[in-house]
């Protein structure tokens, strides 16, 4: 189902538009123009008021519904944004969380848990909580399909979303015989795009993602 973001209402039955525009949690920020925040990390992100009618449809709008009870979603493309302005250089890292789960599915699976860090940190900002306008759930932002495609019975559980990304990222370094680089950019824009392009697809998303990973990997490679 297609959906769109804009000024006015969005009258939309519930799970879909869910699974399109929850996602990413962020704390509220300055407004800047109608329905886009700025976090002051140079993240775009976008707030949705959302509230169900008494005859069951949830409205969804980008202003703040009147006389209603509401709640409030914010989403955001952490790393893929090619306007960001975050440093990539010297961004805070993390390097203790879900230790045991990364180190355990990189050995398992034969990846560089550096690399794993770098990927969720480009996915998720390390949010176990984040879901992607897309539907993409969790630390390592899994897809349903790819989801149960890992074998993940339950993408919101840290240690299987980790298990499951770390296994998917290892298929695809396989295909692409180690190259970090074509693998990353097959995790964001899909091993199709990689083999119709013969490189990492000219999308500006992509290919500031990639550079963020490779620049992220050798922070974590170098924090040891």
Known sequence: MSYAIASGLLRLPLLPVLLAVT???????????A??????TGVRTYRVYTYRQPDGVSVFTDKVPPEQRYEVMEFACYACDPHSRIDWSSTRLFTAEYSGAIEDAARENGVDPALVRAVIHAESG??????SR?????LMQLMPGTASDMGVRDPWAVQQNI???VKYLAMLLAEFKGDVTLATAAYNAGPGAVDRYGGVPPIAETQAYVQR???????YRDAG
């Not at 996602?23 to 123009?33: I, L, Q, V």
């Not at 897309?134 to 969790?138: E, P």
């Open 163 to 165: 298990e499951g990304g």
């Open 126 to 131: 390390f949010n176990p909580r984040a879901r």
């Open 23 to 33: 996602g990413f949690c962020a704390a509220a920020a300055p407004e800047d123009k």
């Open 35 to 40: 329905g886009s925040f700025s976090d002051g």
């Open 134 to 138: 897309k539907g993409a759930m969790g």
């Open 213 to 219: 990973v490779k620049q992220l990997l050798g922070r």
